[in-house]
C-alpha cells in the first residue's frame, strides 16, 4: 500500500544541516497494526508527516498503492491527504470553538459530504459509536482528555480513509482511558492500515501486528509481532485496494458553508472582525469625505460683486433655453428636486441687500425742517450681507404666526414671540444704486423663525414689487413746485410760479397705485415750505404740481419720456425713490414675468449633483458663486493644499493600518486552518474562506454605512450628514471597492502567512 524507498529528510538551518531521516526503507499493508517507536528526537513525528504529506523529503521515493509520489503536483498531494489519510495526534488538534458535532462534521464537509441531513446523521451514529453522543452539542473545549481523543478517533473515522496515523494517542490519558483507545484503533485496524507513534509499547503490545524502531533517523528495528499474518516478511491476507469514489468538489459551497460555520461558532470573535472592519470603514468614509470637499478650487478663490451681489454659495440661477417664464408646475417640479430646499421667484429682489437691525446693518440719520413739522431722513448702509428673501422659503421654521400676506407683512427671527402685531421699521438698498438712494418701509410682524435663521423673510407682494434690473436703467423724475403768493391785506395781489425739479431715481411698485400714477418720497415732498411773514401779510406756499414726467435715458441719443400724475401724499423711502403702479412700471422695465429665478440647496456640496440634476431636467442653471469666485486667494489655497495632504495621506495610513490590525486578527485563526488543512481542506478552499468572509464583511459594513448616512441626510442627522454631503453613487462604490481591496490584500497576506506554518508539498 505505502513503500519508501530510501528516503531521506533533513533540514537546513543557519549554521548547519540536521538529518532527520536516513534512507528509510520500509513498506506498509492494509489490515496492520503498526507500532512505531524510540526515544525522541529519534525521527517517529518525522517519518509521519512525510508518509501523510505533510512534510517533504529531499531524497528517495515515497510509492502509494505502486504510484510515485515525487511526481505529485500541489493539488495532488492535497487530495492525497483529503482522501487517503486520517491523522490522530496526541494534541488532539480539534477545533475548540466547534461542537463535537461540528468537529465531525467539518472532516465530512471536506470530504464533500453536502447533504446536510445525511452528514449530521452519519455524523451523529459516530459520535454514537466512540460514546460520545450525549456530548454532541458540547464544545470540544468543554471535553475532557478522554473524550477529545475519542472525538479525534471519531473524526478518523467519519474521514474513512484506508490510513490511519495516530501521533503518541494516549500521551495525555490515563491507563484505562488509554487502553480504551487502543482497542478502538486494534478495531479499525481490520480494514485499514493503522500506524501508531508512541514512546509506551506496552500499551500497544498487544494490538500490534508489527514494531518498528527508529534511531537518530534510521531503522532500528523492523519486527513482525504476528508472524503468522505475514508470508517471507509480506503481509499476507493483502486485500486488493478498491478505489472509493470520491464525490464531487463544490469549491464555492465548501468554502461558503465553512465560512458560516466559523462565525457561528465564533460569534464574539466575528463581531469584534465585523465591528473593527466596520470602524475601519467608517474611517475611510470620513476620510474620502474629507478629501471630495477639497477637491473643488472654486472654495480657494474670492467671489467678486462684479456681477452679483448676492454670492450666496448655495444659490443657483436657473432659466429656461426659450426664456419663457416659470410657471406654478416649474416651481413644484423644482421643489422635488434632491437637496433643493426653496426657491425665490424673485431673483432680482435678490440682489437687493437688507437692513433690518439698527445700528448694525444701518444708521438713520434725521433732519427737522425748518418750516414744517416734517423730518427729513438718510440712511447709511452698514452691512450689505442679508439679502431679501422670500418668506415661502422657511414655511417649515414658522414657530409662531403666521407667514406674510400683506405687501408690508414680515416674518423675524427671533425667540421673542410677543412681537407678533408690532412693526419694524426695515430698509433696503443695493451696492450697485448711487449712495443717496435707498428703499425703506414700516412692516408689520405677521409670524416669529428660529432666531438662527438671522433675518428677515418678505412677502411675495413686496418682493415682487421690488424684482427689477435696477442697474440696466437710467431714470430721472422731472416734477414741479408750484409757488403761489398772495396779498392777504387787500387780496389784489395774487400771482402763481412753476419751478422745475429733476433728480435720478428708481422705480418701485406702491400700493393703491394706477395708470401712471407716482408717488414720491416724504423726505423730498418735505422741503416744501410753507413762510408766513405776519408784518406785510404776505404768504408763500409751495407744493406739488399733480404733471410730472419720468425720462428714460438708458439710450442717451433717443431717450423715452412718460408723463405722470403726481400725488401729494410721500411714501417713507429715500428721495429718490418714486412709487409706480405695476401697469407703469411694466411700461418703463418690461414684463415683470419671472423668466429667471433663484433656486437655494441645502449646501454648497451638492451644487454639482443639482446642476446636473436641472440641467438633464432641461433648465439651464448655473452657481452664482462659481461665476463669481475670479482671483485666488493664497492663504485659502495653502490651507485647501494643506487638507488635500492631510486627507489623502490619512486615507492611505488609515488603508494600511486597518489591513494590519485586522492580518493580525486573523492570526488568531491560525491553528484552526493548520488542523484543517491536515485534515485535507485545501489551500485554495482556505484562501477563498478568508477572503469570502473579509469581503462580505466588508461589504456588509458598507451597506450599514451607507444606509446610516442615507437616514442621516433623511433626518437631518447633521453630524453624520456633513461627513458624507459631497458624495456622489459613484463615491459610495469607490470606498466600497477600496474596502473589498483592503480586505482581499489581508486576505492574501494572511494566506502567505499560513503556507510558512501549514508544510506539505507546496
Excluded at 29 to 54: D, H, P, Q, R, Y
Excluded at 230 to 238: A, D, L, R, S, T
Excluded at 630 to 646: K, N
Aim: net charge negative.
Amino acid at each position: 500500500m505505502i513503500r519508501l524507498k530510501n528516503v531521506t529528510k533533513y533540514y537546513n538551518s543557519e549554521n548547519n544541516v540536521t538529518l532527520a531521516l536516513n534512507n528509510i526503507n520500509l513498506e506498509f499493508f492494509k489490515g496492520e497494526f503498526v507500532a512505531i517507536t524510540g526515544k525522541s528526537g529519534s525521527g517517529k513525528s518525522t517519518l509521519m508527516n512525510v508518509i501523510s504529506g505533510m512534510d517533504t523529503y529531499q531524497d528517495g521515493e515515497i510509492f502509494f498503492e505502486g504510484m510515485e509520489t515525487s511526481c505529485f503536483s500541489k493539488e495532488d498531494w492535497e487530495n492525497y491527504r483529503r482522501d487517503k489519510i486520517s491523522f490522530i495526534y496526541q494534541s488532539y488538534q480539534l477545533i475548540d470553538s466547534y461542537t463535537a458535532l461540528e468537529n465531525v462534521e467539518a472532516v465530512m464537509r471536506i470530504m464533500g459530504v453536502e447533504n446536510k441531513k445525511e452528514r449530521r446523521q452519519k455524523a451523529m451514529e459516530i459520535l454514537d459509536k466512540v460514546g460520545l453522543k450525549k456530548r454532541a452539542r458540547q464544545k470540544a473545549s468543554h471535553l475532557s482528555s478522554g473524550q477529545k481523543q475519542r472525538l479525534g478517533i471519531a473524526r478518523a473515522l467519519a474521514k474513512d480513509t484506508d490510513i490511519i496515523i495516530a501521533d503518541e494517542p494516549t500521551g495525555n490519558l490515563d491507563v484505562e482511558n488509554g487502553a480504551a483507545v487502543m482497542k478502538m484503533l486494534y478495531e479499525l485496524s481490520k480494514d485499514k492500515l493503522v500506524i501508531v507513534v508512541t514512546h509506551n509499547f506496552e500499551q500497544v503490545k498487544e494490538y500490534a501486528t508489527r514494531k518498528i524502531r527508529l534511531f537518530d533517523g534510521e531503522v532500528a528495528e523492523d519486527v513482525k509481532l504476528k508472524p503468522e499474518l505475514y508470508e517471507n516478511g509480506v503481509w499476507k491476507e493483502k486485500e486488493a485496494i478498491v478505489p472509493k469514489e470520491r464525490k464531487k468538489e463544490h469549491f464555492f459551497r465548501q468554502a461558503v458553508g465553512f465560512v458560516r460555520l466559523n462565525r457561528k461558532a465564533q460569534p464574539h470573535r466575528t463581531f469584534f472582525v465585523f465591528l473593527f472592519l466596520t470602524v475601519s470603514i467608517a474611517a475611510l468614509f470620513v476620510m474620502y469625505g474629507y478629501l471630495l470637499s477639497n477637491m473643488d478650487d472654486s472654495v480657494t478663490k474670492n467671489a467678486s460683486q462684479d456681477v452679483f451681489m448676492n454670492t450666496d454659495k448655495n444659490r443657483i440661477l436657473v432659466r429656461k433655453p426659450d426664456g419663457s417664464p416659470f410657471t406654478e408646475k416649474d416651481y413644484d417640479t423644482l421643489m422635488d428636486v434632491r437637496y433643493v430646499h426653496s426657491i425665490n421667484p424673485y431673483d432680482l429682489a435678490s440682489e437687493i441687500s437688507c437692513l433690518h437691525e439698527a445700528n448694525k446693518d444701518y444708521q438713520v440719520h434725521y433732519q427737522q425742517s425748518e418750516y414744517t413739522s416734517r423730518k427729513s431722513i438718510t440712511v447709511n448702509a452698514l452691512d450689505y450681507s442679508d439679502f431679501t428673501c422670500n418668506a415661502a422659503g422657511v414655511e417649515q421654521e414658522l414657530i409662531a404666526g403666521k407667514l406674510p400676506e400683506k405687501r408690508y407683512d414680515v416674518v423675524v427671527a427671533s425667540d421673542d414671540e410677543s412681537l407678533i402685531g408690532t412693526t419694524t421699521d426695515i430698509y433696503f438698498r443695493s451696492q450697485n444704486w448711487p449712495e443717496s438712494i435707498y428703499i425703506g418701509g414700516t412692516f408689520q410682524i405677521t409670524g416669529i423663525v428660529n432666531s438662527e435663521l438671522g433675518q428677515p423673510y418678505f412677502s411675495d407682494l413686496f418682493l415682487s414689487g421690488i424684482n427689477f434690473d435696477y442697474a440696466n436703467k437710467n431714470l430721472q423724475i422731472e416734477y414741479h413746485v408750484l409757488k403761489t403768493i398772495t396779498d392777504s391785506v387787500d387780496a389784489k395781489y395774487n400771482r402763481e410760479e412753476l419751478l422745475d425739479r429733476r433728480r435720478d431715481t428708481i422705480l418701485v411698485e406702491g400700493e393703491g397705485l394706477t395708470g401712471n400714477q407716482i408717488r414720491l418720497s416724504e423726505s423730498l415732498i418735505m422741503n416744501l415750505k410753507t413762510e408766513d411773514n405776519s408784518e406785510d401779510r404776505v404768504t408763500t406756499i409751495e407744493r406739488l404740481y399733480s404733471q410730472g414726467t419720468l425720462i428714460d435715458k438708458t439710450d442717451s441719443e433717443n431717450p423715452v419720456e412718460y408723463q405722470v400724475e403726481v400725488l401729494e401724499d410721500g411714501h417713507n423711502g429715500s428721495v429718490n425713490v418714486v412709487e409706480a403702479s405695476r401697469e407703469f412700471m411694466e411700461q418703463v422695465y418690461g414684463s415683470m414675468q419671472e423668466t429667471q429665478i433663484s433656486v437655494y440647496i441645502d449646501d454648497y456640496a451638492y451644487t454639482d449633483r443639482v446642476i446636473d440634476t436641472l440641467n438633464e431636467m432641461g433648465y439651464q442653471a448655473v452657481s452664482v458663486f462659481r461665476i463669481s469666485a475670479d482671483e485666488y486667494d493664497s492663504v485659502l489655497v495653502q490651507e485647501r493644499m494643506t487638507a488635500l495632504g492631510i486627507s489623502a495621506g490619512s486615507l492611505i495610513v488609515i488603508f494600511f493600518l486597518s489591513v494590519v490590525v485586522i492580518y493580525t486578527i486573523m492570526k488568531l485563526k491560525r491553528k484552526d486552518f493548520m488542523i484543517l488543512t491536515s485534515l485535507g481542506l485545501k489551500q485554495k478552499t482556505i484562501l477563498f474562506m478568508n477572503r469570502y468572509e473579509l469581503v462580505t464583511g466588508s461589504i456588509l459594513s458598507c451597506v450599514l454605512l451607507i444606509c446610516v448616512a442615507i437616514i442621516a441626510e433623511k433626518y437631518q442627522i447633521f453630524v453624520i450628514s456633513d461627513l458624507t454631503k459631497y458624495y456622489q453613487v459613484w463615491d459610495y462604490g469607490i470606498v466600497t471597492v477600496l474596502a473589498v481591496l483592503m480586505s482581499w490584500i489581508t486576505a492574501e497576506l494572511f494566506h502567505r502567512h499560513l503556507r510558512k506554518f501549514l508544510g506539505g508539498k507546496q
